[in-house]
């Protein structure tokens, strides 16, 4: 986008130069008077192709920043939850298989646990490190319940 509206400054100034050359007067008055107002006009476009331009600038910068965030919840939040779970001695046991993904509206607890009391378990654990790490997301919690054999 910025680059659109820097093209359109070259074409602004010949439209300016041209309005110079077709209004002015055979008067050196006339040509200083017509010079001055497409001064004017030229600095009036030249000032709305930068306000285009840094308003471009600042929409793709929020949608970089909607990437960030998104990012952020895979390589930051996502390990800490899973760290969280397996320094648990309850939920760090061979029969229970958890698996955490986070994006930045959700986190999802999926895999097995051996009953019902570890499920919810689960959940509290990320919920208590989400807490501490100031996290927002919703915890979805499709955890199964598999009887040991």
């Known amino acids: 986008m910025k680059m659109n509206a820097l093209k359109t400054l070259p ?4 439209v300016a130069m041209m309005l110079v050359g077709a ?3 055979n008067s ?6 017509d010079t001055e107002q497409n001064a004017q006009g030229v600095s009036k476009a030249t000032d709305k192709a930068i306000d ?9 910068g929020e949608g970089v920043s909607d990437a960030a965030a998104n990012v952020g919840a895979a390589t930051i939040l996502t390990p800490r939850l899973k760290n969280a779970v397996t320094a648990d001695a309850q939920l760090n046991e061979r029969r229970n298989l958890i698996n955490i993904d986070s994006t930045d509206e959700t986190v999802t607890i999926r895999g097995h646990v051996m009953n019902q009391e570890l499920k919810a378990h689960a959940e509290d654990v990320v919920k208590k490190e989400m807490k501490q790490a100031e996290a927002k997301q919703r915890v979805i919690n499709e955890l199964e319940i598999v009887a040991a054999p």
């Open 11 to 14: 074409l602004t100034l010949l």
């Open 23 to 25: 209004g002015c007067e």
């Open 28 to 33: 050196a008055k006339g040509l200083e008077k």
């Open 52 to 60: 285009g331009a840094t308003g471009a600038a600042s929409n793709a």
